[in-house]
């Protein structure tokens, strides 16, 4: 399976600014999807990373907010914009390499732990 | 929208005891996943079953996914202390844009005591 680095691993910010997180795989995948999850909790969609066209976003989030990057089919990142403490969450990036059953099958970076003070 | 009611949120027990997660839903899924996650890591897959009935084994750990395919549940016999951590079950369905977008359960914080 693939092997994802996501970085940072953890950050503190402060409210009202911005963070990047950046997600590297290491082969190329079609589709990256970006997940948030509260600590200990469960895990929500926040959109998938389409190269070569703007990412697609679940209910409840929106590109100002989240905005994704998709450069290519190896790295993808995600911004988490004008955060406030309700914003703190593990970030996970993921990828589902393959087509038919394979698809629903997740690899998961180890995760962007953000608290926002 | 689909969810799934995930059970029971925490679980604390004795080395050699054994126990049931149960993952429940409304709808039908075509496939479930069962993750499991360490503090600091992203989860780590332990099992898809995408057959009504199937039964999955895995070591000490058997997975079965209900017969209509909108439960499942995770029984792990004689845990162990390397047995804990967060699992997680996750439904996903078949389809163009259903790639690899999945329903996550609440997760279950398992901690086995020696």
């Known amino acids: 399976s693939a092997v994802i680095s996501q970085k940072p691993s953890r950050d503190i910010c402060q409210r009202g600014t911005s963070l990047t997180i950046q997600c590297q795989v290491d082969s190329q995948v079609t589709m990256m999807f970006w997940y948030r999850q509260q600590p200990g909790q469960s895990l929500t969609l926040i959109a998938t990373a389409n190269q070569g066209s703007e990412a697609t976003y679940e209910s409840g989030f929106v590109i100002d907010k989240f905005p994704i990057s998709r450069p290519n089919l190896t790295f993808s990142t995600l911004t988490v914009s004008n955060m406030s403490p309700e914003d703190s969450s593990i970030y996970l990036c993921s990828v589902a390499p393959l087509q038919g059953f394979g698809a629903n099958v997740l690899t998961f970076g180890a995760g962007s732990r953000l608290t926002v003070l | 929208t689909q969810l799934l009611e995930q059970s029971p949120q925490f679980l604390s027990i004795q080395e050699g005891e054994n126990l049931t997660v149960y993952c429940n839903s409304s709808s039908v899924f075509s496939s479930l996943q069962w993750y499991r996650q360490e503090p600091g890591e992203g989860p780590v897959l332990l099992v898809t079953?995408?057959?009504?009935?199937e039964v999955k084994k895995l070591k000490r750990l058997t997975f079965q996914f209900g017969d209509a395919r909108k439960d499942s549940s995770l029984h792990i016999t004689a845990a162990q202390p390397g047995d804990t951590g967060l699992y997680l079950c996750?439904?996903?369905?078949?389809?163009?844009?259903?790639?690899?977008?999945?329903?996550f359960g609440q997760g279950t914080i398992l901690t086995v005591h020696p």
């Open positions: 996750a439904g996903g369905n078949a389809g163009g844009t259903s790639y690899g977008k999945l329903t």
């Open positions: 079953v995408v057959t009504g009935g």
